[in-house]
């Protein structure tokens, strides 16, 4: 049986009439992006299909002696354009250098691989001719120049017993990398500290230990006894970790500050404000929890995890809280 329902037109950019899904604002991506970009989907000012002269003078304006180019610029800072006549015949993409391109044209010669363009001015977005020089390899010969056997630094005497800065090789200094080369720790470790403002000389260096070799965090905490994870760099501490993470979430959450968390629970003698069981951490119904108003945000005081539970399930109702104590009341005196 043949299929009687037609087949649905696609989508056509109403701007450029191309074919592209998913449209916006019946508005194909490119088209898209400049409408919101630039109050237009239409190029304002387009490239000529053969870059001339006039055209980039009139992208120019004058400071003084300079040329200052106001188009697109590459990532380096150099003024540069598109290849049109390439965009439009083959859909490739190739930019052009706007200063390599003047300095050949007023000059009437090629610039061979390797040169550079340089500004006398000290601008990068100057194009003014006579502003512009070539430097590089063999510039001004036609052949390259031979190449010399060049000179090499002929290495220290004590190279093998010290390191640049004075430092003896030892066990604990010498470091060798993968790839067989030397390194100095103790320069490594003077090298961070200056960058920390801080003075070597000020400090005794000692070698930090390996990662096995350490047992405990900087706080203190037994990695067996608490356990830790490694992050790609270093060992971090779970207790650690979570007593950080804690503490974020109090200030996020609540507005309170850990030593406000502490405050509150002296206040309340380590107890619920509701059943004054004593707090345990390490028993998860009876651990602190912050209770707070839905409304306003406000913090109410600590209760255990179960009180806490129970107040959020009777949606802080007074009503209903009084309507059970009556029923449990009824129920035992029956």
């Not at 040329?67 to 490739?92: A, F, H, M, V």
């Not at 309340?268 to 602190?288: L, S, Y």
């Not at 005081?301 to 309507?323: E, I, P, Y």
Request: glycine share 6%; with cysteine; aromatic share 8%.
């Amino acid at each position: 049986m043949e299929n009687l329902i037609p087949p649905k037109p696609p989508s056509v950019c109403k701007n450029c009439g191309k074919v592209y899904r998913p449209l916006r604002r019946k508005l194909c991506q490119p088209c898209y992006r400049r409408q919101a970009k630039y109050g237009n989907p239409v190029y304002k000012e387009r490239a000529p299909l053969v870059l001339t002269a006039e055209w980039i003078l009139s992208q120019c304006k004058q400071e003084g002696s300079c040329l200052l180019w106001r188009g697109n610029i590459s990532k380096e800072g150099n003024p540069q354009t598109t290849d049109r006549e390439l965009w439009e015949s083959e859909g490739k993409q190739r930019q052009i250098l706007i200063h390599r391109w003047m300095f050949e044209r007023h000059q009437g010669v090629r610039l061979r691989r390797g040169q550079h363009v340089t500004r006398t001015c000290g601008n990068k977005l100057c194009v003014f001719p006579a502003h512009l020089s070539a430097r590089g390899p063999f510039a001004d010969e036609d052949t390259p120049p031979p190449r010399s056997a060049g000179t090499r630094r002929a290495p220290r005497p004590d190279a093998k017993e010290r390191c640049a800065n004075g430092h003896a090789w030892t066990e604990e200094t010498l470091y060798i990398d993968p790839k067989g080369r030397w390194s100095c720790r103790r320069c490594q470790a003077e090298s961070r500290m200056r960058s920390q403002g801080i003075n070597p000389a000020s400090r005794q260096w000692k070698r930090r230990k390996p990662r096995e070799a350490v047992q405990k965090c900087s706080k203190g905490h037994v990695y067996t006894e608490v356990g830790f994870y490694f992050n790609g760099e270093t060992r971090v501490c779970r207790k650690c970790f979570s007593e950080k993470e804690c503490a974020r979430w109090l200030r996020v959450l609540y507005g309170m500050s850990i030593e406000e968390f502490e405050a509150r629970l002296i206040e309340q003698g380590m107890r619920c404000a509701i059943c004054k069981e004593e707090f345990d951490p390490d028993i998860h119904d009876r651990k602190p929890v912050v209770d707070h108003d839905h409304k306003t945000g406000c913090v109410r005081g600590l209760l255990c995890h179960k009180c806490n539970l129970a107040l959020g399930h009777f949606g802080d109702d007074v009503n209903r809280l009084l309507s059970a104590v009556e029923y449990l009341r009824k129920q035992d005196q029956s």
